[in-house]
């Protein structure tokens, strides 16, 4: 039974540096990152399968719909009109404590994860609104 445990904890050790070495050389090579012409800026979901994307592509923004099938540019909108919408969008931080009564301040997401199950602004979002619908209110 012990030499099982040993032997777990071994692969596991063993699994996880070959996991490391891997990200350590994609890393050094570029993989998986773009070169930075092209950034999402913005991503909404409409349905199971379609969403809305911003997308930036140098000075050019562009407004495209994609679903499993196809992607379509649905306009293209000027970059300051988008600029402006983004900063008034952004929350200052605030010192101290954070109000329950107010929004949270946006935190800072990569903009590959922004739309995904691991953006940090839609789960702060998700929980704010979730508080905000248990509160008794008096």
């Given amino acids: ?23 350590r050389v ?7 990152q773009g070169n930075g ?13 379609s969403t809305v994307n911003v997308v930036r592509i140098a000075d050019v923004v562009l407004v495209v719909g994609a679903t499993e099938e196809q992607v379509t540019l649905l ?7 988008v600029d402006a919408a983004l900063a008034e969008r952004r929350v200052p931080a605030r010192s101290g404590a954070p109000d ?3 929004p949270l301040p946006e935190r800072v997401t990569s903009p590959a ?6 953006d940090r602004n839609g789960w702060g979002s998700f ?3 979730l ?8």
């Fill in 1 to 23: 039974m012990t030499w099982m445990i040993i032997r777990l904890v071994l692969s596991l050790a063993f699994i996880a540096a070959v996991l490391f070495f891997a990200a």
């Fill in 26 to 32: 994609a890393q050094k090579r570029g993989l998986g």
């Fill in 37 to 49: 012409l092209i950034e999402v800026v913005a991503r909404q979901r409409m349905g199971r399968a």
């Fill in 75 to 81: 306009a293209e909108v000027d970059a300051e009109a």
């Fill in 100 to 102: 329950s009564s107010g």
């Fill in 113 to 118: 994860l922004a739309g995904s199950v691991f």
């Fill in 127 to 129: 929980v704010h609104q």
């Fill in 131 to 138: 508080r905000e619908r248990t509160v008794r209110r008096s």
